[in-house]
């Protein structure tokens, strides 16, 4: 059973940056899709990047329009770690970020599918201060 901790979550200045990490109790060496989304308050759950991977290898990533340019999305298959690098944070950016992965195969970059993926951690919250 997957396990998914996400952390780097914490409150900074709009401009300032933060680093997420998600720790997965065991990536697969087939195909797997990893991502991250977001849920403001008052918001329903959208995506914010994802992730498709075969061990070191990234095979296509996708962004949110919102933050294109701000975040990145990488991961280290030996750490079994997943990262979200956001710069150039804004106050709309404030929201409880969640990590989730879908087990061995890869995710359609076309849409962010919230039922294609199989494992969520429990939250990181984000906030941005004007």
């Known amino acids: 059973h997957e396990q998914l901790v996400e952390s780097g979550g914490g409150s900074v200045q709009a401009g300032g940056s933060l680093t997420l990490s998600c720790a997965g109790s065991a990536w697969r060496d087939r195909g797997n899709c990893m991502g991250w989304f977001r849920q403001a308050p008052g918001k329903e759950r959208e995506g914010v990047a994802l992730?498709?991977?075969?061990?070191?290898?990234?095979?296509?990533?996708k962004y949110a329009d919102s933050v294109k340019g701000r975040f990145t999305i990488s991961q280290d298959s030996d750490k079994n770690t997943l990262y979200l690098q956001m710069n150039s944070l804004k106050p709309e950016d404030t929201a409880m970020y969640y990590c989730a992965a879908r087990a061995g195969d890869f995710c359609d970059l076309y849409s962010f599918d919230e039922r294609a993926m199989d494992y969520w951690g429990k939250g990181t919250l984000v906030t941005i201060s004007s």
């Open positions: 992730i498709n991977t075969i061990g070191l290898n990234s095979h296509g990533t």
